[in-house]
């Protein structure tokens, strides 16, 4: 298919494991940082930030290099399920965008956005959307590319970065590709760009006029796949995961919350959605999951098992509450997620005799609030709890 559309988005992290670094310690920003082993030891760079990369480091650098490069660099440990979660919170933005999300890396997916424009608006609104969304509720900058096919939407962030948002037009290909290295062919590693620099071959454009016979000739298939990239052809889809392993919902507030009942009543509503979804597609879970982010982004988790799988939206509450009642709130809170986890097609349960048992089977009461809310749709109908107080932030 030779889709002029731009519909294809590529997102990547700045700088990932340092952003998130800067991001919980803040005086950090604006600091070469440097985030892998311990500089004494033979360990290699992870990442740096951009500061530290104007000193000449970079990713997989070994690290007491970096520390010749960069003497006054601030030097820390990988630190990774801070990486990971972050990674989960930017990852579910992109699903709420589109279902084909391809993840190629801990910081890094291809989104096909066909079908979504109705709801979202065209890829360079949706790209901005995502921008703004990562930026509110992880706290990191994202960079964004936009085009007709993958290897195109891919150059386009790398063009872009950091904090980009760039988009390569069907008629721009020619003049944007000729000029650059061969290396930013995707694919086209270090031993490839040396033996294209060797016949003579330096530039996109130079490429394309040596043609697809010799090059095939001198590297085979890949010289043909070459070939095809640097015409700007690339007719790789997007290949979404295969299924959710999780649902969720999750929202940052406009204004810092203290109140716990407020934080209650979003769990409500959470509650009911999470549960509704589960029920849509015939599944029950297993474990309730709580998330509370802090003011200053300390985020916090708590996950319960339950004894058997349920759908039921109030079992959900329930559990959310008795877990957030196991966190303190001190502290303002900026954003409060409940997901469910654990899914199993529902109706498969394991017999139980404790007291989630009864609770856990369909409720009728959920399946006809569903049936309301299908019809007539989700403000028809509302919890009592929700009712009293409209007036909250975020909501
Ligand atoms: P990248 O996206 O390649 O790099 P980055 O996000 O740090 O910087 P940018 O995208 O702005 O150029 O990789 C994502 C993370 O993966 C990175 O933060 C750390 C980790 N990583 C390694 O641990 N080793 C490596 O060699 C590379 C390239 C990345
Ligand atoms: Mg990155």
Redesign the pocket.
Known sequence: MNDNRLHIIHC???????AVEQRDHPELIGKPVIVGGNPESRSVV??CSYEARTFGVH??MPTSQARILCPQGIFLPVDMPRYVQASHEVFAIFHEFTPLVEGL????AFLDINGCERLFGDAVAIGQQIKARVKKDVGLNISVGISVNKFLAKLATELG??DGLKVIHADEIDTVLSPLPVSYLWGAGKRTVEYLNRLGIETIGQLREFGPVELGKRLGKSGQDLWMLAQGIDERVVEPEREAKSMGKETTFDQDISSREVLQRTLLEFAGDVGRRLRKDQMEAKTVNLKLRYSDFKTVTRAQTLPAATNSDLLVYQVAVNLLDQLSLKKQVRLIGLSASGLQPAGNAEEDTSLFAEESKDSPIDAVVDKIRDRYGKSAITRAALLDDSTEPGL
Not at 12 to 18: K, P
Request: hydrophobic letters at 40%; glycine letters at 0%; charged letters at 30%.
């Open positions: 990547d992290l700045d700088a990932f494991f340092a992870s990442t990713s997989a890396s801990i910081d890094e970065k950091p």
